[in-house]
């Protein structure tokens, strides 16, 4: 405010300069022209001063926003239900939380200050023409709503232009993380020039949202500026009449038309920018959309946590389906004994991962239950039930850092005796050793600098470290070889005594030893007992186990 306020004096000041100067006779007070120029001058370098230390302020502040939203929007991102990760586009998030915020920031950095200052010299230069010629000023009546009306139909036509070209960007970004993440799978199957028809279509599509948007808000720019020139050419016409007439002096002209200018060209600016505000509008609203995603159901009040946990799992007549329309698991009773080997087989799509996703409550059942050592898991907090199974999944998953980072990843305070172990039992010590840097090697991101066995062992040694009472492995040993494999087992048996242990697995020869075996099929269990006895059944499983021989 005080930035342009002081800019505004400018022109009144160069008004009285050219007043001093006495026409027909040619006098010049040059004292008072002097004056004038001399406080115009500082007026002006006052003006700059102020503006430069408004800029680096809201620098400070929009870098303090955005670091706040970002921060907000990671947080709320780990709060988010696993069904949302399901549904959405990796990419797509990442657009949100770098490129949309990026594009708020440059708006609240140059755009919001715009705006502030256009408002208020606006404001200043309206009141000084009216106080220097208010006939003049009605000129702007018809030239300022004929602006607006042309700012308002454009926006209105541009606005879902915008919207569209943010997720366009949001689906080139999915693209290309999803295809460098397969960057193995596509080569193997000599995919690239595919891929690269398939980018050529994404890209285009992004381009050319880019440009329709552009091009519809770059429209603005030049048809009010020549509503502004009109306006400025109306002002010296009948300025030059006025002063004819003796109803105006030429300083005074000189100064509505300095003014004028002042007063169209935020209005000119404003609409130059458009395309900005609309464009930060639009990563707004997708990053407000993504705030407002609904988190996780929070633990209902009074939940306990569960801290002296022996390991019994009962469900009782469990439905579940991940959309409405379609149920994955129907009517499904289950009882672990505190301490047991259950495995569960069955052909893909049966149901088996999905019970691994309720017992953790990724996914709550629509109907039915299941209770932790007689509690109703929905009475527990979901941390601490999560905290106590350990979990191997199939999908391997190991984030940049150090080897020992990695298999501590779930216990902190672990010593480097307890890492070592925990190696040692995963049958990894070895090769770790043989690393230059050994437990200090660090992994690239989700180790692909190491073998994919490699890696299920470091998770297998994850499990191991971590003290819990219950355990989830699906397909833990899918990526090793069947020595390893043999060897992996042992260290199993002991880590699963006296733990309840739910093992999904398609080599059956693993599942052998386990107290219960269940065998689903389309989300129902259709076999369950002890190895031998399902193979003197003859039924599913026994048809299962011996095709593995046929």
Sequence with gaps: MTSNGLALIGPRLSGYAVDAIELGSGNVDFAAVRFYCIWMAVCYAASAVVSYTLSVTMLYITKKIVFSMRKELFDHLLDLPIRYFDRNQAGDIISRISYDIDTVNTSLSSDLVQIMASVITVTGSLAMMIWIAPELVLIFCVTVPLSIVLIRRITAKTRPLFHRRSRKLGELNGFIEEMLGGQKTLKAYDQQENTIRKFIEKNKEAVNAYYEADYAAAVVGPMVNLISNVSIALVTMFGSILFLLNRISLGDISSFVLYSRKFSGPINETANILSELQSALAAADRVFRLIDELPEKQDREGARLLEEVYGEVKLDHIAFGYVPEKQIIHDLTLRAEPGTLVAIVGPTGAGKTTIINLLMRFYDPDSGTIRVDGTLTDDISRASLRKSYAMVLQDTWLFYGTIRDNIA??????????????????????????????????????????????????????????????????????????????????????????????????????????????????????????????????????????????
């Design 409 to 550: 990843y779930g216990k902190e305070d672990a010593t480097m005796e307890e890492v070592v172990e925990a190696a040692k039992a995963a049958c990894i010590h070895h090769y770790i050793m043989t690393l230059p840097q050994g437990y200090d090697t660090i992994l690239s991101d989700d180790g692909v600098n190491i073998s994919k066995g490699q890696k299920q062992l470091l998770t297998i040694a994850r499990a191991m470290l971590l003290d819990a009472h219950m355990l989830i492995l699906d397909e833990a040993t899918s990526n090793v070889d069947t020595r390893t494999e043999m060897e992996i087992g042992k260290a199993m048996h002991s880590l699963m005594k006296n733990r309840t242990s739910f093992v999904i697995a398609h080599r059956l020869s693993t599942i052998v030893d386990a107290d219960m075996i269940l065998f689903m099929e389309n989300g129902n269990i259709i076999e369950q007992g002890r190895h031998r006895e399902l193979l003197e059944k003859g039924g599913a499983y026994a048809q299962l186990y011996n095709s593995q021989f046929a």
